[in-house]
């Protein structure tokens, strides 16, 4: 069997290292902040995907138009073939099954910009209302600034914060 290889450090290490990281991250929390503010401006803008939702939407009222119209014609005439309808129902059948998946992973991804503006946001409001920098413990401060910890073989640890930064102590 392999032998776990990842150092063992006591409770007090773990806490000595957090707080060096994170006095170091809070150096820079003025500009964290700011760059977390630009990325919140950019996420926010949703024009672009309501754009193409808008579009596609188009195109659909379109289609359906397209099939009420072939729907009308086959039940007022024979003109149309058998064949040629199931061809032409088909075809405009598989465009509008495109066109909603299309409105649909537009959807979703104006939603998952939507939640990681609100996580950015989250992100910002914490950073704003904790200290500059800490000397003891404080499990609410580590709850909320971070992300992971990875503890490396020469006895460091690579603290990622919520933020987007990483401090190896």
């Not at 929390?29 to 990325?39: A, S, T």
């Not at 379109?62 to 005439?77: F, S």
Request: with cysteine.
């Amino acid at each position: 069997p392999h032998k776990c290889e990842t150092p063992h450090l006591s409770e007090e290490e773990i806490i000595d290292k957090f707080l060096l990281a994170y006095n170091k991250v809070m150096t820079n929390k003025g500009v964290i902040i700011k760059d977390l503010e630009e990325v919140v401006e950019l996420l926010g803008d949703y024009s672009s995907i309501e754009e193409k939702i808008d579009e596609t939407k188009t195109e659909l009222d379109v289609v359906e138009t397209m099939v009420k119209m072939l729907m009308e014609k086959r039940a007022k005439t024979d003109e149309l073939a058998e064949a040629e309808f199931n061809k032409q129902y088909s075809s405009l059948d598989s465009r509008y099954k495109k066109l909603s998946e299309k409105v649909n992973s537009l959807l979703r991804e104006k939603e998952i910009k939507k939640g990681k503006k609100e996580k950015m946001l989250a992100i910002i409001q914490t950073l704003k209302n904790e200290p500059d920098s800490i000397l003891k413990w404080d499990k609410r401060i580590w709850i909320m600034m971070v992300e992971n910890a990875t503890v490396h073989r020469d006895k460091s640890i690579t603290f990622k914060f919520y933020c987007g930064e990483e401090v190896r102590v």
